[in-house]
């Protein structure tokens, strides 16, 4: 019986079996921020124990930082106190920190790969639900609560319930106007917020091995949401050759991550296999990520929504999605706030005007990915739209900052999540891609991206 890239990596980390289902798991590689560190770091204070692997953490800024004038003190005090306290830790402890104004600061799941800190057949964690973003380079990776940060520090290990396996394939091609998100949002609405619970899954197929780095990293964040433990996509050419663009990287390293990859007769817990040809861009209608419908379908088609979400949204069955009035429009987030997410948005608005009434934050993942869109010359074409092109952080995707939606506004959004009040106290989101944000900020109104391809 062959063996999947999810059994390989984790017999090859794991210290010792507690119990048939029990491990103790080795971490190569953690991250850290602002928000769920300090507990871990009293912790570890109070009982006078030093990191056992500071060299294997590294640590950003990114949840409630602000995304304007970075220049200036935080106003806010608990913002404050919090980065200050992670910058104290990390000096005690010996951690590199990419602190705020860190030409390597920004977003932690964007900060890793664009650094090769990321790399194939590691296992990383981070307190942050969305680390199985790193799962798009052949590495298990997946959110952690507090108590284990510290557990982490402590020991570089964890003790961890050995995960189902699953498989999801999608073949095909993709039509025009159709992106990654839109991959992850269908197949989320296909299985359902708990559909892979329990699992690590694996995607594959000709959809997958044809998407991009970047674009692999925006599936795998989002696997989070439909109840998976973390997702990953297979070791590449592609994959080599990113992380080699970044480190230096021998040619017996790279046939080692190759040989961790799925082997053909690998056995899964579960298995499931999609048409990509059957996507087209996608929108949510209520208030959880699976509530996704094809954008020109009404909202009925959506057999997830209930009662109570759309009445949250004042959405009713039968209403057809497109149309929808907006108020704002977020390009964010871990899930989408890449150069190759901003490039399309720029692509989409070029020489085009923002609808009056919307307002528009495009806030990039890193100060590398800022620098690298104003040297593309991307920022004028934001500012010459209407657009207000920030600094980078995790903003509104969860509204810790100043970044909120205010209450009752409508908010087309490129990060992950939906719930009611994610993006401030009675926000409605409607998640949804780079470009068909970007169409609708034309607009005023959810609009098929596709208008704006032809």
Not at 156 to 172: A, D, I, Y
Not at 198 to 224: A, K, W
Not at 362 to 372: C, I, L
Not at 416 to 423: A, D, L, S, V
Request: one cysteine or more; a negative charge.
């Amino acid at each position: 019986m062959g063996k999947t890239i999810i059994d390989k990596i984790w017999d090859q980390h794991k210290v010792k079996a507690v119990t048939n289902e029990v491990d103790v798991l080795f971490i190569d590689r953690h991250y850290i921020h602002e928000v769920t560190s300090p507990q871990a770091f009293n912790g570890l204070n109070q009982k006078g124990i030093k990191l056992r692997f500071p060299s294997r953490t590294t640590a950003v800024v990114d949840h409630n930082i602000p995304t304007k004038n970075q220049h200036l003190p935080i106003e806010n005090e608990q913002s404050r106190n919090q980065v200050e306290t992670l910058i104290d830790n990390c000096k005690t402890h010996g951690v590199e920190l990419f602190g705020i104004g860190h030409e390597k600061n920004g977003i932690v799941h964007v900060v890793g790969p664009e650094n090769g800190l990321t790399q194939p057949g590691m296992t990383i964690v981070c307190g942050d639900s969305h680390t199985s973003t790193h799962g798009a380079f052949g590495a298990i990776a997946f959110g952690i609560g507090t108590s284990q940060v510290e557990q982490v520090m402590a020991s570089q290990c964890l003790l961890l319930s050995r995960p189902k396996t699953m498989r999801v394939e999608v073949n095909g091609t993709l039509g025009k106007g159709v992106t990654a998100k839109d991959v992850a949002l269908f197949i989320i609405a296909e299985l359902g917020t708990e559909g892979a619970t329990g699992h690590f899954v694996e995607f594959s197929g000709s959809v997958f091995r044809n998407l991009s780095m970047e674009e692999r990293m925006t599936v795998c964040n989002m696997s989070i949401e439909m109840g998976a433990r973390g997702g990953l996509v297979g070791i590449d050419q592609s994959t080599i050759d990113y992380v080699s663009s970044k480190v230096g990287v021998s040619n017996e390293l790279k046939e080692y991550w190759k040989s961790l990859n799925s082997d053909v007769k690998a056995v899964f817990d579960k298995e499931i296999i999609l048409e990509g040809s059957n996507i087209q861009p996608m929108v949510t209608t209520g208030t959880s990520p699976d509530t996704g419908i094809n954008i020109t379908e009404k909202i009925s088609a959506s057999v997830r929504n209930s009662e109570k979400g759309l009445n949250y949204m004042g959405l009713h069955e039968s209403d057809s999605i497109m149309g929808t009035p907006i108020d704002y429009v977020f390009i964010g987030s871990c899930t989408n706030s890449r150069i190759e997410d901003l490039r399309q948005v720029a692509a989409i608005v070029d020489g085009r005007k923002k609808a009056n009434d919307v307002i528009v934050w495009v806030v990039p993942g890193s100060n590398e990915v800022r620098k690298q869109a104003c040297e593309e010359g991307l920022d004028r074409i934001f500012e010459n739209v209407g657009f207000e092109f920030r600094e980078p952080g995790c903003s509104a995707c969860l509204a810790m900052n100043e970044d909120k939606i205010p209450s009752g506004s409508v908010c087309i959004s490129t990060s992950n999540r939906n719930f009611e009040g994610r993006q401030g106290d009675g926000a409605k989101t409607i998640l949804a891609s780079p470009i068909t944000a970007a169409a609708s900020a034309l607009t005023g109104k959810v609009t098929d991206p596709r208008t704006y391809l032809n």
